[in-house]
Structure formats: C-alpha cells, structure tokens
C-alpha cells in the first residue's frame, strides 16, 4: 500500500459500462431512460465523511488491508467524495413490479456503482454506494440514505453472509455530516435524521427488473444484450449465449432463488419488500429495507408497515412470492426464446417448486437433527411442529437451538419435563397450558421415536443441529439498539454485532445477552417490530 494511495490496491475493469449501451444524456436530472442499461453519474459530495465501521473480511477480497480502511481517502471515497482511479461511476436502468404491479421504470435511484474490482483470484466484485444522491432514476426522491437503515443493511449483509446465505456483501459505513429529512412512518411527522452511505459489495446487482424494463419497452435488442452479457460474465459455465442456453439460465435462476428462499425460512429471515427490482438475479439477498427476523414463530409476520393491510410479503408466503416473481422474469425472458412454445419456459419454473420442496424438506430434516426427510413420516411431524410453534408466542431461533438439548434417553418423561430445556423460548409463559404441554408433549414423544430410528449419538445431532440453527441472529431489537447508539455518536455496538454475528453458529458465553428473546419494551416499538420503507 503506497502511504498516499490507500486505494492503489483496487484493480478496476468496468466491464458493464464497457460493453452495455449507455443513456448519452450526461446531465443528471430525472428522466426516462430509454434503449440503454446505465446512464453515468458522479455521486454527490458530503461534508465531513467519517467512518462508522467496516467489513474487513471484505476488504480483504477486494484486496484493501486493514489500514487502509481507516483512511481520510477511504471515507472521502465511500462517501462519494472522490473516486479512486480505475472508478467509472453509474446507476443502472431497472423496472419492477411493486406489490404485485408493474410499476414501470425504477432504476438505481439512490445507488450508484464506483465499478468491478477484479481481485487476486481473478473474481468481479461490484462496488455499489447506496445513499450517494441523485441519479437519473431518483423519481420523486433525494437519493440519499439515512444512519438507521444504513447500520441495517450494513449489518444484515455480513450476519447472511456469516449464516451461509446467499448475499451482496457491504465494505463500509460511512456518515456523511449531512442531515436527511424522513417522515418514518408517512404520518406527517418529518424528522432531520443523519445521512449515511453504505457501500456494497456483489459480483453483480442486476435484478429481475434490469430485465423487465426492456421487455416491457418492447426493446429486445438490449435485453439481449443484457441477457447476453450477464451469461457471459456471471454464469459462463453455460457456455455461449443462445435460446437453449437461455433456458439453462433461467433454470438456474429458478434454482438459485429457491436455495436462497430456503435458506430465509430456516432462519427465519423476511426480507419485507420481495418486488421484482429486489430479486437479484445471481441468487442473492438483495436490498436491506424493512426486513425482519421472526422472533416468535408466526407464517403470518412482516414487519413492513407498508405491507401491513395484503401482507404480501409475511414469511409463509415468500415461497409462493419468488415463485411469482420468476414467472414475471419469465414474461420477460421469453420473447428471447423465438419460439411461441411456453412449455419449455414452464417447465424450467417448475424447477423452482421441485428445488423449493426438496431443499425445505432437507432443510427441516437438518434443522431436526435427522439425517434425511422421511417422506412417510416427517410431512406430518413437521406440519405438526409448525402448527405448534404458531399456536403461542414461540421464539423460533431459541426454540430450535434448545430442541437440539433434548435427551433421547428421555423415553419415560412427562410432558413438562420433556419439554423443559425449551422453556426460554417461550414469551407468555400463561400460554402453556396444559393443553398445549400435552400436544408439545405428544411431538416431542414422536420425534423422540424418529430420533430412535436413526440411531445418532445425542452429542453427534447436536453438533449438526447447532451448525444450522444459529444461536444469534440479528434480533429486530439489537440492531435498533446498535442504531440508538450509533445516532449518539457511538459506534461501538455496531462493532460488537458485527463481530458477534461473524458466528452465529458458536456458542458465545460472554455475549449470552445477545441471544435472549426479544425484551418487552420492544414489542411495540418502532424499528423492533415495525418498519417502513422509509430509510
Ligand atoms: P426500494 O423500495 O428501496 O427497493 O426502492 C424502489 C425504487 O425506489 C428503487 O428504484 C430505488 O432506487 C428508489 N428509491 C428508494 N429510495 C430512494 C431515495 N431515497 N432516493 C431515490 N430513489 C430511491
Ligand atoms: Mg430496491
């Protein structure tokens, strides 16, 4: 690292702008941006730019050492101050379906990307800023992003991440010094708020939308080009573009959103606002907003209060939402295909139920510790589980790292007892009524038997059951803490929750804290249980 060029290490190669076509409107203003993929747009200059924190695992693959992350240069950079050399910057053209309606264009209206870091192992990395100011696809808004769903998104990428979930990765968190004006909960209540940016990290964000814009537009010469160029970039083992080649993708991506959506009910993860603009085509959790964890177990959950009359967007109902939202990338997709035969294009979205079924049925067999899902017997057994842990107030993520305490030499047991190690999980304890210890009981009884049937030492199903229930997950209530703080100036919390969710599978007896469930005072608090799109 040149002492003075803290940023040398980065070695750029912007293939997206290279070899899309670009809007050749140079001034930024709001406008329609037709027959072109990226308008280029400098990011918009702050104040007084000061790190709050940084993902060094993700400097590392980009190639920046520690130091070099705690430079004036770095914050002047991820702030949007300045771009180091080898950066081009740009926002991309992006359409959508929001809440179930075409919405027409959306694009990167507060996220403009610096350029493709290519790394010492020869990987793309995509460097993103969001909350940089306007862009040609800004609508009616200021492009700007404010502390609290910064720390969010900032946090939420690297705890995925460390869970083992698909997702675009975040470098840093940067305040700007500059105030943001938010009305939080649309109510009339406008709020200066400080400004923030988040720089994040993917090997690419093009979305379902970057290709529904096109296809809407009748433009099928750039969504062919697109679709060409992200083949050719992001998935070359398919081999060179074509029709056939096309529905490989597509199967792909069908694939990739099913893992993705599998690994978000194991942990219990709602994204809050599933619209087409935030399905990353490479699989990937993209675009932190109202998202939530479920603390107690309920299918019926969102935490988006924009979403609170359809709950469209509630964590039972994801599955079923990805699955839409394949169908419309298929819409898009299928003009490319020159053939007026949609069974092939059906048939590579099936692929998404098949993948989804198979892969929850796994999942929920490790999350049981059995070795696979026992078509015969474990439909039931989970569809029981589930319906239990709905009835009262169950938090999910303690009420299956404590189901991995169970003794299976507890044959002889009665209800209460058996049910004894999960009795943190639960938060009215007036709710266990004897009715319920007695349909509890009557489960743990049969899976006790399932577990028989397999013959795993107890230590050895531990093991692998504690490897995919995470003790500690970003509880709702912890990154509001963290944000209380951060607002005071204090970031030390950030950089508690970031190093504390960087294991989220290991025991942490000195963070014992951070595991417990949800406290009182944030049931009902804005930010714990309740967000909007406002950020
Ligand atoms: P979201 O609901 O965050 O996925 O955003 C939907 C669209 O609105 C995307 O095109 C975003 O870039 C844009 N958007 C959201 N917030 C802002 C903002 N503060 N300024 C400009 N554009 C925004
Ligand atoms: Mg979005």
Request: charged residues 20%.
């Amino acid at each position: 690292m040149t002492e003075n060029r803290p940023l040398a290490p980065l070695n750029f190669d912007n293939s997206f702008i290279r070899e899309l076509p670009a809007d050749p409107e140079p001034l930024n203003f709001r406008r329609q941006v037709l027959g072109a993929c990226y308008s280029k747009v400098q990011p918009t200059p702050v104040s007084r730019p000061r790190l709050v924190a940084y993902a060094w695992e993700v400097a590392d693959f980009l190639g920046l050492p520690p130091q070099a992350c705690v430079t004036d240069e770095f914050a002047e950079t991820f702030a949007g101050n300045r771009l180091a050399e080898g950066m081009d910057s740009y926002a991309t053209c992006y359409g959508g379906h929001q809440f179930g309606n075409w919405a027409g264009q959306l694009g990167d209206g507060r996220a403009i990307n610096l350029g493709e870091v290519v790394n010492r192992h020869g990987e793309r990395w995509t460097l993103q800023l969001k909350g940089a100011g306007l862009t040609p696809y800004s609508r009616n808004a200021d492009g700007l992003a404010v502390l609290r769903s910064s720390v969010r998104e900032f946090l939420c990428s690297e705890a995925m991440f460390h869970l083992g979930i698909p997702t675009t990765r975040a470098l840093s968190l940067v305040l700007t010094g500059d105030t943001v004006i938010r009305d939080m909960f649309y109510d009339g209540n406008p709020k200066a708020e400080p400004g923030a940016v988040v720089c994040r990290v993917a090997p690419s964000f093009t979305r379902f939308g970057n290709f529904q814009i096109f296809a809407a537009r009748g433009d099928f010469a750039v969504l062919k080009q697109l679709v060409d160029y992200t083949i050719r970039t992001d998935f070359p083992h398919l081999g060179e573009p074509s029709p056939a080649v096309y529905l490989k993708w597509y199967e792909e991506i069908c694939r990739r959103t099913a893992e993705m959506i599998v690994h978000w009910q194991r942990v219990g993860f709602v994204h809050g606002v599933m619209n087409t603009d935030n399905m990353s085509i490479l699989g990937l959790t993209i675009d932190y907003g109202p998202y939530g964890w479920l603390e107690n177990f309920d299918l019926n959950w969102t935490p988006n209060t924009t979403d609170a009359s359809g709950r469209r967007y509630r964590f039972g109902n994801q599955p079923s939402i990805a699955f839409w939202n394949l169908g419309q990338l298929a819409n898009a997709l299928f003009p490319l295909l020159e053939t007026d035969d949609i069974a092939p294009l059906q048939a590579a979205l099936n692929v998404y139920q098949q993948a989804f079924a198979e892969g929850w049925q796994t999942m929920m067999a490790n999350k049981l510790g059995l070795q696979q899902f026992n078509q015969e017997t474990d439909h039931d057994l989970c569809a029981e589980l589930l319906t239990i842990l709905q009835s009262i107030e169950t938090d999910m993520t303690i009420f299956f790292r404590r189901l991995a305490l169970l003794d299976t030499h507890n044959v002889q047991a009665g209800d209460w007892q058996l049910m004894s190690p999960l009795l943190d999980a639960y938060y009215l304890p007036e709710q266990i009524t004897p009715e319920y210890q007695a349909r509890l009981g009557a489960w743990l009884r049969a899976y006790l038997g399932r577990l028989h049937g397999e013959g795993l030492p107890d230590g050895t199903r531990r093991q692998r059951m504690d490897a995919v229930n995470p003790k500690y997950v970003l509880r709702n209530y912890l990154a509001q803490l963290a944000i209380d703080q951060a607002e005071q100036g204090d970031f030390t919390k950030v950089d508690e929750l970031l190093e504390l969710l960087r294991h989220p599978y290991d025991e942490q007896p000195d963070k014992e804290g951070f595991a417990a469930k949800r406290p009182d005072w944030a049931r009902q608090r804005a930010g714990c249980s309740m967000l909007s799109c406002s950020s």
